[in-house]
């Protein structure tokens, strides 16, 4: 039983033969429980924003320098070694952190238009591995047993140090890594684990393989049934009064109450979306980008999104996965690798043959 507490509004007082009525109305919220703060989380007051207000721009170039041959000097200390291993079907590798860049056209070499969206790997590095008996989630969704699983903790996108406290700095000490912007968790298989300081790129994936992408649409406010639903409205003429874009009857006599679910005006968008089975079309090595199929990934472009090994059944590589990470010589690979059907824009698109 959760606890309640109890608000008492006074609306008005009325005297009715020297006796004294008053209204009362009793107003009961219902008390929720915080969840537990994670472990990276540390209460402390962050610092001024204009802190450095006073400094000249050559103390602040000597700053920045300094902070980073600290962590270049941890990195080089621990140069991770990576061995690679053999992947069987079931086992779930690493994700990535990605940007949105937007819509790109790609064409077969019969020229069939494809659409396919860019997706930016920003710097995924790994900061911390959790194995299966320290792994304990905040909250556990239904991805059965955790003591199965481990976590490792990516860190992606570039942060100045010089904005950040001195707690979120520490977890940074033991990788070598420079503190990035943003730590995710991803969850994986014990024999996938990477150690600390592994850099992860965009040859982590193939062409041809699919992918789920996650990400959170666009925040659109407050909408009505016609644009959220996709609702025709009412009769533009022939005696409408202030009933055009309304959504009609919301339920009917007989039950005296809205049905759960009921198609109304509400927030639209703000909202984690999955698309599964995308295929990646091209990788570019030296920008770090790739190529999937559809147009329709969550997220403005700009916005980061999160690029999974996907879980569709009749999707899943027919040849063994980079295990637990591209592990090869990158300057042996071509700058741009592209799938089979696909036409490089290098080659000709016309070709004539002499007449016989």
């Not at 943003?182 to 150690?195: E, G, N, Q, V």
């Not at 406010?221 to 003429?237: D, E, L, N, S, Y």
Request: glycine share 10%; proline share 6%.
């Amino acid at each position: 039983m959760f606890l309640s507490k109890t608000i008492k509004t006074v609306l008005g007082t009325s005297i009715i033969n020297d006796v004294r009525y008053t209204q009362v109305c009793f107003h009961r919220f219902k008390f929720i429980p915080k969840l537990r703060v994670p472990e990276w989380h540390f209460r402390v007051e962050r610092r001024a924003k204009d802190r450095d207000d006073n400094l000249t721009e050559r103390n602040k170039r000597f700053i920045n320098e300094m902070s980073k041959k600290d962590h270049e000097k941890a990195s080089l200390l621990k140069v991770p070694t990576v061995e690679p291993k053999e992947w069987k079907k079931g086992m779930i590798r690493c994700g990535i952190v990605a940007k949105k860049l937007g819509y790109y056209p790609l064409w077969t070499k019969d020229g069939t238009r494809i659409c396919t969206t860019v997706l930016q790997i920003i710097e995924n590095h790994v900061i911390k591995y959790a194995p299966p008996g320290e792994f304990n989630p905040t909250m556990r969704k239904r991805l059965g047993n955790y003591n199965k699983k481990g976590c490792l903790y990516i860190g992606s996108g570039e942060a100045d140090p010089n904005r950040l406290t001195a707690n979120y700095m520490g977890l940074f000490k033991e990788s070598g890594v420079m503190p990035t912007q943003r730590i995710t968790r991803f969850i994986i298989h014990p024999d996938a684990a990477l150690p600390i300081g592994t850099s992860i790129n965009a040859l982590h994936y193939r062409v041809g393989d699919y992918v789920d992408v996650l990400g959170k649409t666009v925040d659109q406010g407050w909408q009505g049934v016609i644009k959220r639903w996709g609702f025709k409205g009412g009769p533009a003429t022939h005696g409408t009064t202030k009933n055009h874009r309304r959504g009609g009857s919301l339920a009917s006599g007989i039950k005296s109450r809205i049905w759960k679910g009921k198609k109304m005006p509400g927030n639209m968008g703000n909202r984690w979306r999955t698309l599964r089975g995308l295929k990646i079309w091209r990788i570019n090595r030296k920008e770090n980008c790739i190529w999937v199929s559809g147009r329709a990934i969550a997220g403005a472009p700009g916005s980061l999104v999160y690029i999974y090994d996907t879980v569709l059944p009749l999707r899943q590589p027919k040849e063994p996965l980079h295990f637990p990470t591209f592990l090869g010589d990158e300057s042996k690979l071509p700058e741009d690798i592209y799938e089979e059907t696909i036409h490089k824009f290098g080659d000709l698109t016309i070709t004539f043959e002499p007449e016989k």
